[in-house]
């Protein structure tokens, strides 16, 4: 086993973008181009295999792609390799082990970095000798020196290396948290280090009694339905992701805005909107069990096995297989796999050297990666005009304030949340996301991307076209169901989901919750929602379930949104904009509404109920119906109308209300005067 550095290759760019780029274009990398040299670990195949211990495994490739690369850089150090003349071969105490992999490309980064990627200086010079302690194989060609003036020389340079190595390995330490989490600026993908916990799948469990598919929302919430009906229950949850459970709403959104230049908090605290702060993690690290001993608790809990991905499920058999072929078999299973962002065609086809400026937005890993882009670069163009496209340009424009970065938006519609707000709410939602600082480019779209040198060159629709460094692509995201194909499982063909019965189940001990489920809502049709409510509710009642409940999902879920301080919103229901609307408004006013917290898992399941009645207030408050009356929103109320029913509500400003509005919706029944309907909400109150 030996690490080979080497130099002289010179590649584009640095290590893992590189190879990532050209693993995933499946061309062999070519020499020849610009400055940096390329250095990688030669493993056996086993190590190759396993999670650790590949030093580019870091890549975020998988091991697919990477066996698939291993010609590719086998034959591209050969020569090399033969000649000696650009081959340190590290023995002794070194290893193709994760932390030298890990402080070889910490430090690859941070170098490429300094020297803006075009350093003739040759950073694996320290690397070999500082991490291994003995050389092999020094080049023996170049420059002709005497023996005394050799050995000098190369006392010198063992002594430089050694304190190079030692200062590397110190400042690999003081970094190692930020470095693991995320890619440098210029290296490419926001892919945490592969590692798992525990270390190998042999170590998992061999039977569980409740088996959770997903890291997220959905699954916590099941945990928390399961523990509470069945208190000594055994929780084995399994992710892809590298961290505990955690919510995506503040990230977006309130991150940003208790975010300082600077390193994150370890676990990603805020502020809410109503003050109170917490962290992004639903339960801090002491609150789980080692998955190693979860079945010798005897007070159960739940363990996670963090960085395995379930490939199978046999629903028969009731066993769980994962990428590795590792089997569990489980009494009771839910899959909540969420969704992953979408791409656009632009960019998916773009070449490596663009792609590594292009990114997606879904993690605590994003939000460091793009927070970073925000401190240290000029411009941030954001593709998408819906939720996280929106929210991510205010909060971003919010946390530039100070800064010299720009914010851009672009999207071919004509404003912000078009799909879900009425025309005349989502042209003055784009004109106050503009008045926050955006540079807002509605009907506007991306024909071509280009690389240019340090940014990205767009080519618009418009025949204009946009420098920029990064982008970041918020045009939705896809259900994960890859695994319904090899499992034998229904997908629905038009909404994308795991088709479920009523109590959310696709095959029986087989359950599905949050955005990857796709259920029949008995009002309103078959559904897919992907909101933190609906995950929360639906891994609930999954969980209810799996010790046996039998309950139907008849929760009208909730969502909301906020553009910034100043404009917040929750909708309930079908919200929209292709249907009929009716909007009811006040003029703003100098004393906002208080927001509400909903990321508080128990405030939901408030209200409903078809028996309550809804009471008219007789008051007649100074409502403005007439949209074209009403040119600042300030606070309203809007109906989504299907055959005269209100289907969808939306609480423009207006908080607390919710329980209200899925009253409302659950009443199923016509109105003959909306005004009436829009005066419960105490729109003045
Ligand atoms: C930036 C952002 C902001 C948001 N803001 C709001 C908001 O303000 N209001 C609102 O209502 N909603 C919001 N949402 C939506 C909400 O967060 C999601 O609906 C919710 O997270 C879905 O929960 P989930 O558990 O279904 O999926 P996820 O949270 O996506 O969890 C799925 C988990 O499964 C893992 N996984 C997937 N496949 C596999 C596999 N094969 N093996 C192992 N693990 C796997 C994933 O890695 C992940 O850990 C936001 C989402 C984002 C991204």
Redesign the pocket.
């Known amino acids: 086993m030996s690490i080979y550095s080497l130099r002289g290759l010179n590649v584009r760019f640095c290590r893992q973008a590189y190879i990532l780029a050209h693993v995933r274009a499946g061309v062999v990398p070519m020499p020849g181009r610009t400055k940096l040299r390329l250095s990688l670990c030669e493993c056996s195949d086993q190590q190759l295999n396993s999670s650790r211990g590949y030093a580019i495994n870091n890549t975020g490739a998988t091991i697919d792609e990477l066996n698939r690369l291993k010609p590719y850089l086998l034959a591209a150090i050969t020569p090399l390799r033969s000649s000696h003349n650009n081959l340190y071969q590290m023995t002794g105490g070194s290893k193709c082990g994760v932390k030298n992999a890990e402080l070889l490309q910490a430090k690859d980064c941070n170098i490429s970095k300094r020297k803006n990627v075009t350093s003739d200086k040759k950073p694996c010079d320290g690397e070999g000798a500082g991490g291994s302690g003995s050389k092999k194989g020094a080049p023996s060609g170049g420059s002709i020196m005497g023996d005394d003036e050799a050995t000098r020389k190369t006392r010198m340079l063992l002594a430089l290396l050694a304190a190079l190595g030692l200062g590397g390995l110190l400042l690999w330490l003081l970094t190692r948290r930020k470095q693991k989490v995320a890619d440098s600026t210029e290296c490419g993908t926001t892919a945490a280090i592969a590692s798992t916990v525990p270390a190998t799948s042999a170590e998992l469990p061999k039977h569980v009694p409740y088996l959770l ?9 099941a945990f928390r339905a399961i523990k509470s009906n069945d208190p000594r229950a055994k929780v084995l949850m ?4 590298s ?1 505990k ?9 309130e991150l940003w805005y208790s975010a300082e230049k600077g390193e994150v908090t370890k676990d990603y605290r805020f502020k809410q909107w109503t003050g109170a702060e917490r962290s992004l993690f639903f339960e801090p690290e002491e609150f789980f069990v080692d998955p190693t001993k979860l079945m010798e608790t005897v007070n159960g809990g739940i363990a996670v096995a963090q960085g ?4 199978k499920i046999d629903p028969a058999k009731h066993i769980v297989t ?2 590795d072929g590792y089997e569990i078999t489980y009494d009771e299973c839910l899959i ?6 979408k791409s656009l065609d632009v960019f998916a086809q773009a070449t490596p050297g663009v792609k590594e400026k292009v990114m997606v ?3 605590p890993d ?2 460091e990666r793009l927070k970073r882009y925000a401190d240290e670069k000029k411009s941030i163009t954001i593709v998408g005009n819906g ?2 496209g929106s ?2 340009a205010c909060s971003l424009a919010n946390y530039a304030k100070d800064k010299k970065v720009k914010i851009y938006q672009i999207f071919p519609e004509s404003g912000n949340m078009s799909k879900v707000l009425p025309t005349y709410l989502s042209n003055w939602t784009t004109a106050k996301v503009e008045s926050m600082g955006v540079c807002v480019m509605p009907e506007t779209s991306i024909k071509n991307a280009q690389r240019d040198e340090a940014a990205l060159k767009l080519v618009l629709n418009n025949g204009k076209s946009l420098l920029t460094d990064v982008v970041v692509v918020c045009v939705g ?1 896809e259900p ?1 169901t ?2 319904a194909l090899t499992s034998g499982l229904e997908v629905d063909k038009s909404l994308g989901g795991f088709v479920v019965n009523a109590e959310l189940e696709a095959r029986r001990n087989l359950f599905v ?5 796709c259920f029949y809502d008995p009002l309103l049709g078959r559904r897919r ?7 929360v509710v ?2 609930r009642l999954a969980g209810e379930n799996m010790v046996g409940k039998k309950k139907a999902y008849n929760h009208q ?6 553009l910034g301080p100043e404009v917040g919103y929750e909708g309930i229901g079908l919200v929209d904009a292709s249907l009929r609307t009716v909007g009811v408004f006040a003029l703003p006013t100098s004393n906002p509404e208080p927001r509400t917290d ?1 990321l508080t898992e128990t405030a939901v399941m408030e209200g409903g109920g078809s028996g309550s009645t809804v009471t008219v207030n007789p008051e007649t408050p100074d409502v403005k119906c007439d949209p074209k009356d009403a040119d600042e929103y300030g606070r309203g109320v809007i109906f989504y109308m299907k055959d005269d029913k209100i289907v969808g509500i939306l609480l423009w400003n207006l908080f607390n209300r919710i329980g209200l509005a899925r009253t409302i919706i659950n009443q199923n029944k016509k109105y003959d005067d909306l005004n009436e309907v829009a005066k419960l909400f105490e729109i003045h109150a």
């Open positions: 598919i997903g890291g997220g929302t959905a699954g916590f919430s399994i992710t892809n992701e961290r459970p955690y919510m995506r709403p503040p990230l977006s959104k395995f991905t379930v490939k994962l990428a909540a796999t969420g969704c992953a962002p937005y879904r993690s994003d939000f939720f996280t929210e991510l995201c994960n890859s695994i919750a949050g955005d990857a489920s929602v992907e909101h933190h409510d609906h995950s639906s891994g879920s909730m969502f909301w949104s906020d909903n």
